[in-house]
């Protein structure tokens, strides 16, 4: 009967822990930044700058892609 309770405890503790690393690895998996999370700030941050700013910008991103083909 004793060792009976013991494995039943020791697959509790089991149990339990793996269910709460499962917990921990599922909250990390989803605050990880996305890709298209990234993008989506990049556009805001491009769409919050002034014209002539933004303008600059994308002066020479056109240069590069007319170098580059």
Known sequence: ???????TALFSFIAI???????VLIYLDNRNVRIDDG????????DALSPEARQSSVHRNNQEDRRNQ
Do not use: C, E, K
């Open 1 to 7: 009967m004793i060792g009976l309770s013991f494995f």
């Open 17 to 23: 822990v793996s269910g709460a690393t499962l917990l």
């Open 39 to 46: 993008i989506a700030n990049f556009r805001r941050h491009i």
